[in-house]
């Protein structure tokens, strides 16, 4: 029997349960129970993007623009995942390693609650000022409440630099990583 057999941590699957029975943050096992649905809410989401750029490419010639969107797919699909995963992954790995560290749990799943937090105002910021919705010409809403100042400087950032809000949180959870191993 493998060491990783023995203490029931068998990759990706296994870090899950594995990080949240070795833990004693909270936090932290809240993200993983947060952080886990979303990872597989995401890469379904992403599995089923894929398939749908399949099934729209056939009958095309091989290659070309339909294999670029393929390939698109899945590396977005990638690069929004991994860092869902990714504090999981490296708690589990750190308890593996070097034992408990409840101030390292905190700090990392911490972390990966900015992350997940990002990819909802990825979303808000790349909303265009002007869309169709169900046929019918639509704008985006106006903000209003509490987070409006917020919600305002979403919109104000340009569609293309809207990824960089996860790029950042997703840095983020590496250098906390970093600072606190």
């Not at 096992?29 to 886990?36: D, K, N, P």
């Amino acid at each position: 029997m493998t060491d990783s057999a023995a203490d029931g941590y068998g990759g990706l699957f296994g870090a899950f349960p594995y990080a949240f029975r070795r833990s004693d943050s909270r936090l932290f096992r809240l993200y993983v129970v947060a952080g886990g649905l979303l990872a597989a809410l995401l890469g379904l989401g992403f599995g089923l993007a894929f398939v749908v750029s399949i099934a729209q490419s056939t009958g095309l010639a091989a290659g070309g623009t339909s294999s670029f969107v393929r390939t698109f797919v899945l590396m977005v699909g990638f690069l929004v995942v991994l860092p869902v995963v990714g504090p999981v992954l490296l708690v589990a790995r750190h308890h593996r390693r070097e034992g408990s560290d409840a101030r390292y749990d905190r700090a990392v799943a911490a972390a990966g609650l900015v992350y997940l937090l990002s990819l909802y105002l990825l979303v808000v910021a790349s909303i265009p000022p002007e869309f169709v919705l169900d046929g019918e010409p639509t704008t985006r809403p106006v903000p209003r409440g509490v987070f409006a100042p917020v919600i305002s400087l979403l919109y104000a950032v340009p569609a293309v630099a809207s990824p960089l809000i996860p790029a950042a949180a997703a840095a983020l959870v590496w250098l906390v990583h970093r600072r606190y191993r």
